[in-house]
């Protein structure tokens, strides 16, 4: 089993900035990709980036220019730095983790979700 904990949500005011961060934890598992999603109430949860272990990343093009995500891969942590928040960035972040273990197929994990509130 993998753990996925997120931190760093919270209350900003539009135009601010957040930094989110997630760890993995857990034994026997190697790092695929790691990511974010987020998901407002009334939307379906969409990607907002992903990075792999080499540090190849990818981007929604709502938050391009404005995200960073990066990773540790000696911690298993994966960060994303938000700045020039907007209101339609509010929503719940949830981190997303792809994981080998073992000879087992691919296998996903997501963190239990951290809240970001943009106020105008």
């Known amino acids: 089993q993998v753990q996925v904990v997120e931190s760093g949500g919270g209350l900003v005011q539009a135009g601010g900035s957040l930094r989110l961060s997630c760890a993995a934890s857990g034994s026997d598992f190697r790092i695929v990709t790691m990511g974010w999603y987020r998901q407002a109430p009334g939307n379906e949860r969409e990607l907002v980036a992903s990075?792999?272990?080499?540090?190849?990343?990818n981007y929604a093009d709502s938050v391009k220019a404005r995200f960073t995500i990066s990773i540790d891969n000696a911690k298993n942590t994966v960060y994303l730095q938000m700045n020039s928040l907007k209101s339609e960035d509010a929503a719940v972040y949830y981190c997303?983790?792809?994981?080998?273990?073992?000879?087992?197929?691919?296998?996903?994990?997501w963190g239990q979700g951290t809240q970001v509130t943009v106020s105008s």
């Open positions: 990075i792999t272990k080499d540090g190849n990343t």
């Open positions: 997303h983790v792809n994981v080998l273990r073992g000879w087992n197929p691919l296998q996903t994990y």
